[in-house]
């Protein structure tokens, strides 16, 4: 134990979990957590089951409990855990992180948030089919919303992996394992049984519960330096294992050439990719208008911002106190920084205040993931029953009279299927989980973001804004961007060739960065743009202009 300017740190010896009785609190709260979000679930479940309570909650949330949904869906284990996790090991290079994941809400609120609200009625396919009223549109922009919503959901259940881990003192793959299966089975009940109005209030719950430990870690941290945040980082530079450099970009991204080109695409992947991540995009159809849309997201941005500044505090103070190297021990990604800080903070090893800050922090993170977990399966299993199952596979072209119609199942018969596709995503989302423990949540989720931004941002803003678009475009935008993003991320050296990789036994990768966004976002809108040019058919005016003043005005929105 060292003293710095009055300042006690604990770089010596490492915190570990909490041991022998004290598990038992921990685990008490992760129950109780466990049994409220199942007691909304059963509370809300049974207030209506209609298709609009089961996809969008009624649309009767408030600007300001949709804000705090909205700040709870993007406020995942990537956040709390993986950003604050990278701080701890990277410094400058972790900060920049965070900063694009912030960053990405002006495009949100600037691009997408009301024109979204206005032109679509519960998926990101709604709004292409007002004007693209074609099957095979339906089909490629749902498909993309599972692959990305899957990507998500992968990275909270690792994060889930981690951090019980962690609490049980233990480096077990097998407590791991089962955490993961825990937490997927138990999305699959919320979003079952309660759907969107389920879902929001427990992103409502989470998201006071998340920035209210936050404030109190950051306000104890604070204290503990005695508000001398020049100190905190001094400190965090001696502890991090690489001095000054710690505070200085290329820790991480800036070493080599390739590196630093890795940050980039990372960078534009987080900064494009959340105006076209489902689980965001559906948020928006949960508020009865368009103004409210758009003060859902002006309420999300400032309950993120001010979120983001307590990480960047917290990951510094996870290496001043805790120091790089026992974070990286306890977690090779980082996962489990801010826990760790808590237990220290609260402290120390055998000290009742660490070990009752420890399960707190533990259980609020624990809390985070399984909301996030069940929206991130509402809109991954809403894609599939109404855009793929209802939308494409099912939707037959009929007549009444001397129009043309289009056939499709009933909403109830929509509800059953997506009920049922809930379980199907979960068990694949499982199966994924359990190969990908070693990765940092942050990076899988942008992974995620990436995949977003190439599928999904393109044929969104192609819709919204270029009258020539046609149904060619939509699918070979959609498609021209997720098929190279999974592509690339396979050849990655995510996937093989490194000891943290996927399979690191082998090494078949030739594609150098670890994030795709670089190649695929521009091919996404490089597609777009080549299938309109040689599509056979015209666009139809008509429909554009129904689209643009519905989209401006909110004119006949749901």
């Known amino acids: 134990m060292t003293a710095t300017t009055g300042v006690l740190t604990t770089a010596t010896p490492p915190p570990v979990a909490p041991a022998g009785q004290h598990h038992g609190l921990a685990i008490v709260l992760f129950a109780v957590i466990v049994l409220v979000t199942l007691g909304i679930t059963l509370w809300v479940g049974r207030q209506g089951s209609a298709a609009e309570d089961f996809y969008t909650g009624g649309r009767d949330f408030t600007p300001l409990q949709n804000g705090f949904a909205l700040s709870g869906d993007y406020l995942s284990a990537a956040s709390f855990l993986g950003v604050a996790g990278l701080i701890a090991l990277y410094g400058y290079d972790g900060v920049l992180y965070s900063i694009g994941f912030l960053v990405a809400w002006l495009v949100v609120l600037m691009l997408v948030a009301e024109l979204v609200r206005n032109a679509g009625r519960y ?58 299966i825990a937490v997927g089975a138990l999305m699959i009940v919320y979003v079952t049984i309660g759907g969107m109005r389920a879902t929001t209030w427990i992103q409502i719950v989470k998201a006071f519960l998340l920035i209210a430990g936050s404030v109190l870690l950051t306000v104890l941290l604070v204290a503990r330096f005695h508000g001398d945040l020049f100190e905190l980082m001094r400190q965090a530079a001696r502890h991090s294992g690489a001095g000054q ?135 991954s299993s809403a894609a599939f029953a109404h855009d793929i199952w209802a939308g494409a596979w099912r939707s037959r072209p009929g007549r009444r009279g001397a129009e043309r119609t289009e056939e499709k199942p009933s909403e109830q018969q929509e509800v059953v299927v997506a009920r049922f596709a809930a379980g199907g995503i979960g068990a694949v989302a ?38 020539r678009f046609t149904a060619r475009g939509a699918v070979w935008s959609v498609y021209g961007g997720l098929v190279p993003a999974i592509v690339l991320v396979f050849f990655s050296p995510v996937v093989s060739g490194s000891k943290v990789a996927l399979f690191p036994g082998v090494d078949f990768h030739w594609f150098p960065l670890e994030n795709p966004g670089i190649v695929s976002i521009p091919l996404g809108f490089l597609a777009g743009w080549i299938g309109t040019l ?25």
Do not use: C
């Not at 992996?161 to 003192?169: H, I, N, T, W």
């Not at 402290?347 to 993931?369: D, E, Q």
């Not at 940092?440 to 999904?456: E, P, Q």
């Open 430 to 467: 499982i199966v994924i989980s359990l190969y990908a423990q070693q990765l940092n949540v942050a990076f899988l989720v942008g992974l995620a973001f990436a995949v977003a931004a190439s599928s999904n941002l393109p044929v969104l803003l192609y819709s919204l804004f270029w009258s």
């Open 123 to 180: 998926t990101l396919a709604d709004v292409l089919a007002l004007r693209l009223r074609r099957r095979k549109v339906r089909a490629a922009a749902g498909g993309a919303s599972v692959v990305v919503t899957l990507l998500y959901l992968v990275a909270q259940m690792v994060g889930a992996g981690s951090l019980v881990a962690l609490l049980l003192g233990t480096n077990s793959a097998q407590a791991r394992t089962w955490t993961i």
């Open 245 to 379: 450099r710690y505070l200085e970009p290329g820790l991480k991204y800036g070493a080599t050439f390739t590196s630093r080109l890795d940050f980039f695409s990372l960078g534009l992947a987080l900064v494009l990719g959340t105006a076209g991540l489902p689980h965001i995009l559906s948020r928006f159809y949960t508020v009865p208008t368009a103004r409210a849309a758009r003060r859902s997201t002006m309420w999300a941005i400032g309950l993120v911002g001010g979120f983001y500044l307590m990480a960047i505090a917290l990951g510094l103070g996870a290496t001043a106190l805790v120091g790089s190297a026992e974070v990286r021990h306890a977690n090779a990604a980082g996962n489990t920084a801010v826990p760790l800080l808590a237990l220290v903070l609260g402290g120390g090893n055998g000290s009742t205040g660490g070990v009752v800050l420890f399960a707190l922090i533990s259980a609020i993170a624990f809390a985070t993931i399984l909301a996030v977990v069940a929206g991130l399966t509402l809109a």
């Open 534 to 558: 040689t599509s056979p058919e015209p666009a139809d005016a008509d429909r554009f202009a129904e689209l643009e003043v519905r989209a401006l005005t909110g004119a006949g929105a749901a």
